[in-house]
C-alpha cells in the first residue's frame, strides 16, 4: 500500500510537472490496453503484425497523430474510426502512456 | 458500474466502426471456395478448427453464424476481438478476402471430423538432426541445474508465424537460455522424467516437437493429428502419447524416434447410455507404473494403458459428464479428474483402476495443471474453476479423505492454480473477460483466504513456481506480450521477459514433484 502511494504520488508529479494538461499514464495504460495495444502492441508489435509500434514514440507525436486521424486530416480506414471515439483527454494520457513506456 | 461503462464504450467503439465500414460495399461476385477454404486453414483453423467445429476459439459455421450481421463479422475479423485471442486481420488480409471469408463461413456448415491416419502421421515425421549421440553430453549454457527451466509457450499473436515459439528460460537469472520455433502456437511443454536432456513440445495444430535442451534445438517432429493438446510421457521417458480433438484418436509414439507405434479410436458409452466419439482430454504418465491414463472427454470414460505388448486398455466408465484435465497425488497412485457439465472431480484409483468418489467442485472444473500442497500434516488439493458463475470459488480437498474442506470465494472464474512446497501461497488466474483478467490471486496455504491480488497485465494466466519455490511466474497472455516474475514470498516484480502473447508455463521441476505443490519426498 505504501509503495503503491508512492507511486501514485510521484505519477501525479510527474504528469503536472512534465505536462500542461494533467494526463494521467494510469488512465493512459487502461485505455491503450482497450483500444490500441490489440494491434500495435504494449512494448513492441507481432513480428507478424503490419502495424507501427507506439512505445517510447514522441509524445507530442503521437498527440496530433491521433487528434488528425480523429479529424480525418490524415486518412486511414481504421485509424479514423478508432480515433473517433478518443476524446481530448484519451488522447492525452495514451500518448503520455506510451511516450513513456520503453519500447 | 466501472464494467458497465467501459462495455458501453465499447459496442459504441464497435458500432460506430460496422456503422462506417459497412457502407454498401457487395460481396465480390465469385467466390473462389476453394481459395477461401485455403484461407480459412491458413490463418484460422488452428484455433477455430479444420472442421470448422470450433477449437480454442467459437464454431465457425453456417449453424452458428445464422443471422450474425455479415458487417459486424467483417469489423470483428478486421479489429480483432478485445480480450480475447482474436488478433487483427486488417492490413494481413486484403478487404475482399475479408469479406469473401464472412461469406464463406456463413454458407460453409460444419464439416465432418477430417482424417488423420497412422500413414499420415508417418509421412509427416520430420528428422532435423540426425545423429543426436553426436550432439554435445551436458548443456551448452551455464545452469545450476536443468530444473531450473522453465518453459513457456509463446503463442505469437497470430497463432502462427514467427512469434510462436517454445521459450525456455533460466529461472534462477531470469533469461532466456533457447527459442524453439514451432510455426503454429505452441500450447504444452512435457519434460522427460528419466533424461533431463529431452522435452517435447506440442501446437495448436498437434505437431510435436522433439527438442534437447542441451543444444536448444529440435531434432524431430511430427504432427499427430488436426489439433487437441493431449499429451504424455512415460516414466522411463520411452513413450509419448498424444490425443486429438480432431479427428477422435490417440496415439502411442516411440519417444527415441517419435515412431507412431499404436493409435485408438476414441469412443464409448456416455454416462446416459449413447455411443459416442470422443475428443481427447488429458493424457498423463505417473511415476507410479508404466502406464498411461487418458480421458475420453464426451465418453465420460478414463482408460488406463499399460505399456506392453499390445498396449491393452482398461476402460474406466461413468466417470462424468465432459471430462477434461487432472492431476495425480499420493505417489502418483490417485487421479484428480475435472468433469465440466456436472461440476465434480472424480478420484480415481488407477492401482485398483476404479472410482474412488467424486467430489463437489465449483462451476465448470478446470483444474489445469493442478495442485497439491501438505498443510499441517495433510494433503490438500486445490481445484480452479472456469465458469463465470454467480459463485466463483477454488475448491480445497483434503486428498487423504477424499472429502471437500472448503470453497473459497475468489473474484473471478479461473483456470490454472500453482502451489510449491517452499511457497507460502496458492496462486490461481483470474480469467473473467474484463479487467479483473490482468489479475492472479493468492491464497494463502494455512487460512485459506485470498490474501492479495496481483496486477499483472494482460491476460493474466497459467503461473507456475520456479523448481526451488522462490520464484513465481505468470503469464501476461494476448495483448500484454511478457511473462512477469515475482518474489514468492514479497511478491515483489523481480523481472519482465518479453514475447509474444504467453500462455501456459511448465517448470522441468514438475516431473520431480509430480504435482505442483508437493514435495519431492511425496515421490518416494
Redesign the interface.
Same mark, same amino acid.
Given at each position: 500500500m505504501k509503495t503503491l502511494s508512492y507511486l501514485l504520488i510521484s505519477v501525479f508529479a510527474l504528469s503536472f510537472s512534465l505536462s500542461s494538461q494533467a494526463a494521467s499514464i494510469y488512465a493512459g495504460q487502461s485505455k491503450a490496453a482497450a483500444v490500441c495495444a490489440q494491434c500495435h502492441g504494449i512494448r513492441s508489435t507481432s513480428a507478424e503484425a503490419p502495424f507501427p509500434p507506439l512505445a517510447g514514440r514522441d509524445e507530442e507525436y503521437l498527440e496530433s497523430a491521433l487528434k488528425q486521424y480523429r479529424n480525418k486530416t490524415r486518412i486511414s480506414e481504421i485509424m479514423n474510426n478508432i480515433a473517433g471515439s478518443l476524446s481530448d483527454r484519451d488522447i492525452n494520457n495514451i500518448a503520455s502512456y506510451y511516450s513513456r513506456l520503453k519500447p | 458500474m466501472e464494467l458497465t461503462i467501459?462495455t458501453l *464504450? *465499447?459496442s459504441?467503439?464497435a458500432a460506430?466502426?460496422a456503422v462506417? +465500414?459497412g457502407s454498401g460495399h457487395a460481396f465480390a461476385k465469385s467466390d473462389d471456395q476453394h481459395k477461401m477454404h485455403q484461407l480459412y486453414q491458413d490463418n484460422c483453423a488452428s484455433c477455430h478448427g479444420a472442421d470448422h467445429g470450433g477449437y480454442l476459439a467459437p464454431a465457425l459455421n453456417s449453424e452458428t453464424l445464422k443471422g450474425r450481421s455479415p458487417t459486424a463479422l467483417r469489423t470483428l475479423i478486421?479489429?480483432?476481438s +478485445?480480450e480475447t485471442l482474436m $488478433? $487483427?486481420f +486488417? %492490413?494481413?488480409l486484403s478487404d475482399s478476402d475479408i469479406r469473401n471469408m464472412v461469406k464463406h463461413l456463413q454458407t460453409t456448415p460444419k464439416l465432418d471430423n477430417p482424417p488423420w491416419t497412422l500413414q499420415d502421421m508417418k509421412a509427416s515425421l520430420k528428422v532435423y538432426v540426425k545423429d543426436v549421440s553426436k550432439l554435445p553430453n551436458k548443456p551448452t549454457f551455464k545452469i545450476d541445474s536443468m530444473d531450473d527451466i522453465i518453459g513457456v509457450a509463446a503463442r505469437? *499473436?497470430?497463432g502462427?508465424?514467427? =512469434?510462436s515459439e517454445a521459450v525456455f528460460i533460466n529461472s534462477k537469472t531470469h533469461t532466456i537460455i533457447g527459442k524453439i520455433p514451432t510455426v503454429t502456437a505452441a500450447h504444452i511443454i512435457d519434460f522427460d522424467p528419466a533424461n533431463e536432456r529431452w522435452a517435447y513440445v506440442k501446437t495448436d495444430t498437434a505437431e510435436i516437437y522433439k527438442v534437447d535442451l542441451y543444444t536448444m534445438q529440435a531434432v524431430r517432429s511430427i504432427k499427430t493429428g488436426w489439433n487437441g493438446p493431449g499429451m504424455g510421457v512415460s516414466r522411463d521417458g520411452k513413450y509419448i502419447m498424444a490425443g486429438s480433438f480432431v479427428p477422435h484418436n490417440a496415439v502411442i509414439l516411440d519417444a527415441e524416434t517419435l515412431e507412431p507405434l499404436k493409435m485408438f479410436e476414441l469412443e464409448g458409452i456416455d454416462p446416459d447410455g449413447k455411443k459416442v466419439s470422443s475428443d481427447s482430454g488429458m493424457i498423463i504418465g505417473t511415476p507410479y507404473a508404466d502406464i498411461f491414463a487418458i480421458a475420453l472427454e464426451n465418453a465420460g470414460q478414463v482408460w488406463v494403458v499399460d505399456l506392453k505388448d499390445g498396449f491393452p486398455v482398461t476402460k474406466i466408465k461413468n466417470v462424468g459428464r465432459h471430462l477434461h484435465d487432472a492431476f495425480l497425488t499420493h505417489k502418483g497412485k490417485k487421479l484428480m479428474v475435472a468433469s465440466y457439465d456436472d461440476s465434480i472431480v472424480t478420484a480415481i484409483d488407477l492401482e485398483k483402476r476404479k472410482i474412488i468418489k467424486k467430489l463437489k467442485a465449483g462451476c465448470v472444473p478446470h483444474v489445469g495443471g493442478g495442485a497439491a500442497v501438505k498443510v499441517d500434516g495433510r494433503v490438500l488439493g486445490f481445484g480452479t474453476n472456469f465458469g463465470t458463475c454467480e459463485k466463483t470459488v477454488v475448491s480445497v480437498w483434503d486428498l487423504d479423505k477424499m472429502e471437500l474442506v472448503k470453497q473459497i470465494p475468489v473474484s473471478g472464474g479461473t483456470e490454472s492454480p500453482a502451489a510449491h512446497a517452499n511457497a507460502p501461497y496458492v496462486a490461481v488466474d483470474i480469467i473473467t473477460k474484463d479487467?479483473r483478467a490482468?489479475t492472479v490471486q493468492l491464497i494463502d496455504k494455512k487460512s485459506l483466504e485470498v490474501v492479495k491480488t496481483l496486477d499483472v497485465? =494482460?491476460h493474466a494466466y497459467f503461473p507456475e513456481y520456479s523448481a526451488d519455490g522462490k520464484f513465481l511466474y505468470i503469464s501476461a497472455g494476448y495483448? %500484454?506480450?511478457?511473462v512477469v516474475v515475482y518474489d514468492s514470498t514479497s511478491l515483489k516484480k523481480t523481472a519482465n521477459i518479453?514475447m509474444?502473447?504467453p500462455a501456459g508455463i511448465f517448470s522441468r521441476g514438475r516431473v520431480k514433484y509430480m504435482t505442483r505443490g508437493l514435495s519431492p519426498d511425496e515421490m518416494e
Open positions: - | 467501459t *464504450k *465499447k459504441i467503439l460506430s466502426i462506417l +465500414f478486421m479489429t480483432g +478485445f $488478433p $487483427p +486488417f %492490413g494481413r505469437g *499473436k497470430y502462427r508465424g514467427q =512469434g479487467r490482468r497485465g =494482460g495483448a %500484454g506480450d511478457e518479453q509474444e502473447s
